[in-house]
C-alpha cells in the first residue's frame, strides 16, 4: 500500500522560508512523477512543482525562482524549498506520485495525472 506523510508546514511571515519534505512508503517503482499540489478552500487543486524520475523539473509560473522540488530515493522523500514566501502561498499543501515513464515532457502539473496522495500541510503566509 502507498503512503504519502507531509510535514514541514506551519505559519511563516512574508518573505519567509518554509522546507516541506513527503516521505513515501509502499512505493516500489523506479520510474515515477512526483509533485506539490496546493488548494485553498472553493478553489481547485494547483499544481505547484513537480519532478520526473530523471530529475527533469517543472514548476508552476507563480512559484519559479521561488521554490525548489527534490527528491532523495535513497531515503523516499520529496522535498519543498519555499523560499521568498508571499500571502498568496497559503494553502493546504499535498504531495503526490504516480507510476510514469518520462515522455520527453516536463512533468505534469495537473492533479487528475496523479494516482497517490498525502493528507496534507498547511502553510500559511502572514503579511
Known amino acids: 500500500q502507498v503512503q504519502l506523510v507531509e510535514s514541514g508546514g506551519g505559519s511563516v511571515q512574508a518573505g519567509g522560508s518554509l522546507r516541506l519534505s513527503c516521505v513515501v512508503s509502499?512505493?516500489?517503482?523506479?520510474?515515477?512523477?512526483m509533485a506539490w499540489f496546493r488548494q485553498v478552500p472553493g478553489k481547485e487543486r494547483e499544481g505547484v512543482a513537480a519532478?520526473?524520475?530523471?530529475?527533469?523539473?517543472n514548476y508552476a509560473n507563480s512559484v519559479k525562482g521561488r521554490f525548489t522540488i527534490s527528491n532523495d530515493n535513497a531515503e523516499n522523500t520529496l522535498s519543498l524549498q519555499m523560499n521568498s514566501l508571499e500571502p498568496e502561498d497559503t494553502a493546504m499543501y499535498y504531495c503526490?506520485?504516480?507510476?510514469?515513464?518520462?515522455?520527453?515532457?516536463?512533468?505534469?502539473?495537473?492533479?487528475?495525472?496523479?494516482?497517490?496522495w498525502g493528507q496534507g500541510t498547511q502553510v500559511t503566509v502572514s503579511s
Open positions: 503526490a506520485v504516480t507510476f510514469a515513464v518520462w515522455s520527453g515532457l516536463p512533468p505534469p502539473l495537473r492533479w487528475n495525472e496523479y494516482n497517490f
Open positions: 509502499g512505493y516500489t517503482y523506479s520510474r515515477y512523477y
Open positions: 519532478i520526473c524520475s530523471v530529475r527533469i523539473t
